[in-house]
Structure formats: C-alpha cells, structure tokens
C-alpha cells in the first residue's frame, strides 16, 4: 500500500512539473507549450479507465479460476501490471489538475470529480483485496461471478449519463 501511494505521489508530482513547464512555455508565446499541454491532457483523461477497468476485471476473474501456478502469471504479468498503469494515469491527471490549478484556472479541480475515476479506485481496491478472495472457495465463486459481471459491465455498458 505503501509503494502504491509512494509512486501516485511521485507520478503526481512530476506530472504536475510536466504540466507546469508546458503551460510555463505556452505563457511566453511559443506555441510548442500547448503541444505539450494537449498530450498530457491526451493521457490523462477520465474515460481511459472502462476499457482498463475490462482487462483489470477479466485478469481476476482468470485468477479466480485457473489454478495457483498459471493464476499466479496472470497476477504477475497482467493484473500488477493493469493496477499500475491505473495509479500511473489517475497521478498524472490529478498532477495536471492541480498544476492548472497553480496557474490560476481555478475551475479546473471540478474535473476531479468526474465518476469515471471510481473505475481506478475499483482496479486498485480489487487489487489489495486478490489474495483474501483466493484463499476462501466461497468466495472465490462469488468474486468469479462478481469479476465477470464487471467486466461484461465495462465492455458492454455504455456508461453515458443522460
């Protein structure tokens, strides 16, 4: 838990510094200083987290099932993977949030608040409470069907709210 705060804080922060040296640049005229503040922006958005949330969901849901050895390359080099790209991606918006935030656009934290982030914090939520849900066989059925609906949820659903 630890590492995982450690490197969101670190991300964040540079991030941020990124943001900042763009919008700095873009400030004294030089038109590359949007460039760079439209590709952070391109990176950090709300909606990339569905489809990484359907990857997330469908490695536990093989993990639930598939015995230790074959479950245990799942969670090494798919499911660790998949919580870190999360943690990387929602730093890097809160650290371009809040450098936009330092440079007067106060406005800008009501992004935030979009609820497509609750699909990070499912992934890393998930992700701490793997190895309670292998060690019970109840509920390692429950998590299995709960990991296949939310993974049908992200592919399917179209989350748009009207």
Not at 12 to 22: D, E, I, K, T
Not at 98 to 116: K, N
């Amino acid at each position: 838990m630890s590492k995982a705060v450690t490197s969101f804080v670190l991300i964040a922060v540079l991030g941020g510094l990124l943001m900042v040296l763009s919008l700095a640049v873009a400030r004294h005229g030089y038109p590359f200083g949007m460039v760079g503040v439209r590709r952070l922006e391109g990176i950090a958005s709300p909606q990339n987290f569905v489809p990484l949330a359907a990857l997330y969901f469908f490695s536990a849901m093989l993990m639930m099932i598939l015995p230790l050895k074959a479950a245990s390359m799942v969670l090494v080099n798919a499911a660790d993977a998949l919580m870190w790209t999360a943690i990387a991606l929602f730093a890097a918006i809160v650290g371009c949030v809040l450098a936009r935030w330092a440079f007067g656009q106060s406005s800008i934290v009501r992004v935030l608040w979009d609820w497509r982030f609750l699909f990070a914090m499912a992934i890393v939520g998930c992700h701490l409470a793997l190895n309670a849900l292998r060690r019970n066989v109840l509920l390692r059925s429950l998590a299995f069907a709960g990991f296949a609906a939310l993974t049908l949820a992200c592919l399917f659903w179209d989350f748009t709210l009207r």
